[in-house]
């Protein structure tokens, strides 16, 4: 063999290990997602979506989304989660306390995107200017919805005395959530009733909201409540009962009001969370922001079927009014 030959052969040789590895193709992210309902039963992966897609994701080419429901049952989040971190998910993505509050418990190193109340009292952070450890997102005002919802039914019903708060009493943030809004009823001098919507319990507190009982009910943001919503605004209808809800598309599937988060623009702007993560910033670099928008939207035809007169002024301060 010609010396010119050999150095040719050993030059390709040597540089084919460098040809291939340039040719390997790029690892796709993964973005893990738990929700306690069914598929369509939320804004939140709407908004997601299309904040990834903002950012230049392609989902299924670019990116892939990892989708799991829990159809209503709480009990299977935990194994979600874990066949999540089982696909090696870069991120986790977590609404509401519950669900983040299972993903932290089964990873500390595993990003994760949350969007929920009060990550500082149900535990999973520090601070949210620095909140250390794997977890960083989006934080509510929720307790402070608490008051508002109560004010808000009182003054659309101004004879309205008993009134029921539903809620699920294995979320995280029960005992504060009930503790606050108990202290808003006795300051508007009204009788409230906690009903759990746990599902051993739900079809009793169903019962409970009915006019012999009560004046009006609350549905706050309580992640599976809003898997249910249809059938609680199809039960407020049936019972000429007014309610407020803590989900802002309820008022366009017939709820009378709600004030709300928009959790579709939260979700879309939790997304830029996921794609610094993507690009190498850690979670606990990315201060918690604390969301201060917050929409008033009033249905007038429920209205007018419950035979309510809706108050000039707080027409006048509604962000929507559906007619």
């Given at each position: 063999m010609s010396r010119r030959k050999f150095i040719s052969l050993l030059g390709g040789t040597?540089?084919?290990?460098?040809?291939?590895?340039?040719?390997?193709?790029?690892?796709v992210p993964?973005?893990?997602?738990?929700?306690?309902?069914?598929?369509?039963?939320?804004?939140?992966?709407?908004?997601?979506?299309?904040g990834l897609e903002d950012r230049g994701y392609v989902i299924?080419?670019?990116?892939?989304?990892?989708?799991?429901?829990?159809?209503?049952?709480?009990g299977r989040v935990p194994g979600l989660i874990a066949e999540l971190l089982a696909l090696k998910v870069d991120v986790l993505a977590t609404p509401g306390s519950l669900i983040s509050r299972a993903a932290q418990r089964a990873t500390t190193i595993v990003p994760i995107v949350l969007v929920m109340g009060d990550p500082i009292g149900a535990g999973l952070v520090?601070?949210?200017?620095?909140?250390?450890?794997?977890?960083?997102?989006?934080?509510?005002?929720?307790?402070?919805?608490?008051?508002?919802?109560?004010?808000?039914?009182?003054?659309?019903?101004?004879?309205?005395?008993?009134?029921?708060?539903l809620w699920t009493t294995d979320?995280?943030?029960y005992s504060l959530y009930a503790d606050r809004a108990r202290a808003a009823a006795q300051a508007l001098a009204l009788d409230l009733s906690?009903?759990?919507?746990?599902?051993?319990?739900?079809?009793?507190?169903?019962?409970?909201?009915?006019?012999?009982?009560?004046?009006?009910?609350?549905?706050?943001?309580?992640?599976?409540?809003?898997t249910i919503m249809p059938r609680l605004i199809t039960?407020?209808?049936e019972r000429k009962l007014p309610a407020i809800y803590g989900f802002s598309a309820a008022v366009r599937q017939g709820a009378l009001m709600s004030y709300s988060a928009d959790f579709f623009a939260l979700w879309r702007e939790a997304a830029g969370y996921i794609d610094r993560i993507l690009k190498g910033a850690l979670p606990a670099d990315l201060p918690i922001e604390q969301a201060?928008?917050?929409?008033?939207?009033?249905n007038l035809k429920t209205a007018m079927a419950l035979g309510i007169e809706l108050p000039p002024p707080l027409l006048a301060r509604a962000d929507e009014v559906v007619e």
């Open positions: 040597i540089a084919w290990p460098f040809v291939a590895r340039a040719q390997q193709p790029r690892r993964r973005v893990g997602y738990v929700w306690i309902g069914a598929p369509g039963t939320d804004e939140s992966t709407v908004g997601l979506r299309r299924g080419r670019t990116l892939m989304l990892e989708e799991r429901y829990a159809n209503g049952d709480a520090a601070s949210l200017a620095h909140p250390g450890g794997n977890i960083t997102g989006l934080s509510l005002l929720s307790f402070d919805y608490a008051v508002k919802w109560l004010e808000l039914l009182k003054e659309v019903t101004p004879k309205l005395h008993r009134i029921a708060v979320n995280p943030l906690v009903l759990s919507a746990q599902p051993a319990e739900l079809e009793t507190s169903l019962a409970a909201i009915n006019p012999a009982n009560l004046d009006g009910f609350v549905v706050p943001d309580d992640p599976f409540l809003e039960l407020a209808a201060t928008k917050v929409s008033l939207k009033i």
